[in-house]
């Protein structure tokens, strides 16, 4: 595998502006669309058919070769092909299951043999970020990044904080997080990896602006999901699901949407898949918002905007954010993962609902809260965010939309344990973010490692950093 193979592109089919893999560019400076990361394929040796994999699945050791095929990213390594393999940054991730689960499905009033759940929390960092952060980090290490940086709701914190100790010599990783908006199962993972965490006034939208500008400025690599590797790294979870499964497609993918990198991921895995002849057909995509963090759903559902072959009305997406800045609108959701008013992936998301012959729908945080419960009494349980799913589904054929002998996968994106003072509240009435916190008191550990608040404000945090801000 050689990188001549890949390169970057401008998505805007008007522009289509392609740019090397050296070049770290998020936008397109001509006309501001995302990137997607494309192959030369007839230059890579693509199996003939995805059985070609599964050699792969049992191998296990400390050759290079064998930690490549441990990784449930890298397995599939000639569908992601821009790294050398020498290049590759791996920690054993995306070794998950897909479960088939009769006794949620029953519950839900589905056929047996019809429900799976794809068990994302069990990698290495508890969420299916790892799946991005590996080909990211790879990505990084092939250009030579030593700091890297995310805005995070928590699971991207985590996982990047966990790959970036885990690089040799390690990298330098910084997470702004907002004030309040973290389950602290992610925070102390954050924490304990060494990141240096900096909390800011503000949601994670406003994060994500204010370290895409750092970034930018002081030339760290941006982890979040606009970086069009993660997406690459992300593809994987569906080549797994397929493995899973046989290689037979199901009818169903449902994801929970938030900045909706996992779904445009998805869209773009398919597409491929589909374009090499190795799939016959794409299953259909069902994403779900929280109510409270909706604009996919306001958009995609009740503003009927589509993709349009690349030429989308941007206007509807500016009225929406005009009236969203009117009323000082802040998203709120239990299921804070998915608290996003603002998601970077907008554009790739409707790409990818176009693809999938998709629909978007909105769940209550009462409905993902029940939805969580019945998941954990019947399987290994998982966050609020990735209960929205089958509390997605659920609501899906109540509308007769899916039926009850379709095969559906539910892809459930974080730990159970990543959030457990909504499983406690939930279960007990006790809300222990309004428990009075204790008096402030200085950690006195060797490696304590404390969040540091800083305002919102671009000199105020490069002064955090250790640096003066650049002309
Ligand atoms: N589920 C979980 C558990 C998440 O942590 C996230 C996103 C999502 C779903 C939504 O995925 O952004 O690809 O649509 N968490 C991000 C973070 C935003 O910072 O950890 P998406």
Redo the contacts with the bound molecule.
């Keep these: 595998m050689n990188h001549e193979q890949a390169y970057q592109v401008c998505i805007n089919p008007d522009c289509r502006k392609q740019f090397g893999l050296e070049q770290i560019v998020f936008n397109c400076p001509d006309c501001g669309a995302l990137l997607d990361v494309e192959y030369c394929w007839d230059r890579v040796a693509v199996p003939k058919a995805l059985d070609f994999f599964e050699h792969r699945w049992s191998t296990k050791g400390l050759r290079a070769e064998a930690r490549l095929d441990f990784s449930g990213i890298w397995r599939f390594r000639e569908l992601l092909p821009f790294a050398p393999n020498d290049s590759i940054v791996t920690i054993g991730e995306g070794r998950t299951l897909l479960e088939e689960n009769d006794l949620l499905a029953r519950e839900i009033g589905m056929k047996p043999g019809r429900l799976f759940l794809q068990y994302e929390g069990l990698n290495p960092s508890g969420?299916f970020?790892d799946n991005g952060m590996t080909a990211a980090f790879t990505l990084a290490r092939m250009v030579g990044r030593k700091r890297i940086a995310c805005a995070?709701?928590?699971?991207?914190s985590a996982s990047m904080a966990m790959f970036a100790h885990k690089t040799d010599p390690p990298m330098q990783g910084i997470v702004f997080i907002g004030s309040g908006k973290i389950a602290y199962g992610k925070l102390s993972q954050a924490l304990d990896y060494g990141a240096l965490t900096l909390q800011i006034e503000g949601d994670f939208d406003a994060c994500l602006r204010r370290v895409r500008q750092v970034a930018d400025k002081l030339g760290i690599y941006l982890m979040n999901?606009v970086n069009p590797f993660r997406l690459e790294g992300q593809k994987a979870i569906m080549y797994r699901v397929l493995e899973a499964r046989g290689w037979e497609v199901p009818d169903w993918i449902v994801v929970?949407?938030?900045?909706?990198?996992?779904?445009s991921a998805f869209g773009k895995a398919f597409t491929e898949l589909k374009e090499l002849g190795l799939i016959k057909r794409i299953p259909r995509l069902a994403v779900i918002v929280a109510t409270g963090a909706n604009t996919l759903y306001e958009l995609f559902e009740n503003k009927n905007l589509r993709w349009n072959g690349g030429r989308y009305d941007q206007s509807k997406v500016d009225n929406l954010y005009a009236s969203m800045d009117a009323s000082h609108y802040l998203p709120h959701t239990i299921a804070s993962?998915?608290e996003?008013s603002r998601p970077v992936n907008l554009p790739k998301s409707i790409r990818a609902l176009d693809i999938m012959n998709g629909l978007v729908r909105e769940v209550s945080d009462e409905e993902i809260l029940e939805y969580k419960a019945l998941i954990g009494r019947y399987g290994f349980g998982c966050?609020p965010?990735?209960a929205a799913t089958v509390a997605g589904l659920h609501r899906l054929m109540e509308e007769q939309i899916i039926s009850p002998d379709e095969q559906v996968v539910c892809i459930l994106?974080?730990h159970e344990l990543k959030d457990p003072d909504a499983t406690v509240k939930y279960h007990t009435g006790i809300d222990m973010k309004k428990i009075t916190p204790p008096p402030a008191v200085t950690p006195t550990g060797r490696c304590s490692n404390p969040p540091k608040k800083v305002a919102d404000d671009l000199e105020a945090i490069c002064a955090a950093l250790g640096e003066t801000l650049p002309e």
């Design positions: 969420s970020k995070s709701t928590g699971n991207t999901s929970p949407g938030g900045n909706l990198g996992n779904c993962a998915i996003i966050e965010a990735s994106t974080g």
